[in-house]
């Protein structure tokens, strides 16, 4: 496995032969409004360009759909025949924005001999979770090896909080 963190939530993992991309967030530097009235976001530039992040990628994954996991300059440049995997509820929006494969994870599916396990996720609890709104994790299988990745997300590489037990296959 090789994993890459390149800003804020957005990774590119090399993993049981694939090459994956988790919440792309490629918006210019101080482009956005802050989130807690502090700084514009990001705080920060990309560390590489947004091509060599595209590179080689063959799966998109996107926990939810805040703008700092799936903005607008990641909508407009990941070529839109890509497979992009989704939390349900959140499938119809992005097709809207011109996606044409995507799939909602609902508990697990299988991707090209790789198992992506759903797993719950939050912002918080209370007002804050109210606010928010839903997100997820996943697990990665792939062989003898396990994965795990997602906001809030408590995995180890034996065990995960709140497992569920449905199955769907991609």
Excluded at 148 to 155: I, L, M, V
């Amino acid at each position: 496995m090789q994993l890459q963190l390149i800003r804020n939530a957005t990774l590119k993992l090399a993993y049981g032969g694939a090459t994956i991309l988790v919440d792309p967030y490629f918006a210019p530097k101080h482009s956005l409004p802050s989130f807690t009235g502090r700084s514009q976001n990001p705080m920060v530039d990309l560390p590489v360009a947004v091509e060599e992040i595209l590179d080689g990628v063959e799966l998109v994954i996107v926990s939810h759909l805040h703008t700092d996991h799936f903005d607008a300059v990641a909508k407009e440049t990941i070529p839109k025949h890509w497979p992009l995997i989704c939390q349900p509820g959140d499938e119809a929006t992005i097709r809207e924005a011109g996606f044409t494969d995507v799939t909602p994870l609902g508990d697990e599916l299988i991707w090209r001999g790789i198992r992506i396990t759903r797993r719950e996720g939050n912002h918080g609890t209370g007002a804050v979770l109210d606010k928010m709104g839903p997100v997820m994790g996943f697990t990665l299988e792939a062989g003898e090896n396990r994965r795990s990745t997602g906001p809030a997300t408590r995995c180890s590489t034996r065990r995960c909080s709140k497992p569920s037990r449905l199955s769907s296959r991609m």
